[in-house]
């Protein structure tokens, strides 16, 4: 199913946002490894400095969107 995303300030994009940083947080749970043949940046981290920072990077994300957000 395709679900687009709202493009008007509402409480449905507030909701979508909601949504997408739940689920960005329900997959850091789970192993972040690398599973493919290249190497990566990230791969040079063990999974512990990794997954911090990753949750730095989110919580930044989603202080900027709200802040976004929000002025609109």
Same mark, same amino acid.
């Given at each position: 199913?395709?679900?687009?995303?709202?493009?008007?300030? !509402?409480?449905? &994009?507030?909701? !979508? /946002?909601? +949504?997408?940083? @739940? +689920?960005?947080? $329900?997959?850091?749970? %789970? =192993? &972040? !490894?690398? *599973?493919?043949? @290249? %190497? &990566? @940046?990230?791969?040079?981290?063990? !999974?512990? @400095?990794? $997954? $911090?920072?990753?949750?730095?990077? /989110?919580?930044?994300? *989603?202080? &900027?969107?709200?802040?976004?957000? *929000?002025? =609109?």
């Amino acid at each position: 199913m395709i679900k687009y995303w709202p493009n008007k300030q !509402s409480v449905e &994009l507030n909701n !979508s /946002i909601v +949504n997408l940083f @739940y +689920n960005i947080r $329900k997959k850091f749970i %789970y =192993n &972040l !490894s690398n *599973e493919t043949e @290249y %190497y &990566l @940046y990230i791969d040079i981290l063990n !999974s512990t @400095y990794k $997954k $911090k920072l990753f949750i730095i990077i /989110i919580q930044e994300l *989603e202080k &900027l969107i709200l802040d976004i957000v *929000e002025l =609109n």
